[in-house]
């Protein structure tokens, strides 16, 4: 059976996020100054073909673990759906 | 208060999306053959000064309009937490 597994990565907390600082300061120059942080990460949906969501969230943080999330930078979080 | 307004961009789902071809090409090398398809978006957290959810979430909606998302290629979606 198909699953969807959403991994999310994003920087960790302890971290500065450039982009994030970059987009913060695009936001309060449109005016939207009701905005006071933000952060950016992705969001990866991955197609998994298994025989349970437990098994597809397995394969799905494999996947992070191995490929998507950097630790020494990045933290991450699997939903299956 | 302050409100954690989660924006989630991905590529529009007619679209190709060659970023995530390439980490479904990553993945099979890696030997994680139960992956079949892999699109990848951005997840971005916005903390934003509103007296309501509902305040928060437009604010959040207009960003996302003005500056993060660009629908020639990408949709949207705003979550509240």
């Known amino acids: 059976m198909k699953y969807t597994a959403q991994v999310r ?3 960790l907390k302890d971290l500065l996020d450039p982009q994030g600082k970059a987009v ?17 990460g992705k969001h990866i949906d991955l197609i998994v073909e298994a025989s349970s969501a ?3 969230k397995a394969v799905a943080s494999h996947a992070a673990k191995q490929l998507l999330a950097n630790p020494v930078m990045e933290t991450f979080e699997v939903h299956v759906v």
Do not use: C, F, K, Y
């Open 24 to 40: 913060l300061g695009g936001l309060n120059n449109l005016g939207l100054h009701a905005v006071s942080d933000v952060r950016i």
């Open 9 to 11: 990565v994003m920087p």
């Open 54 to 56: 437990e098994e597809a």
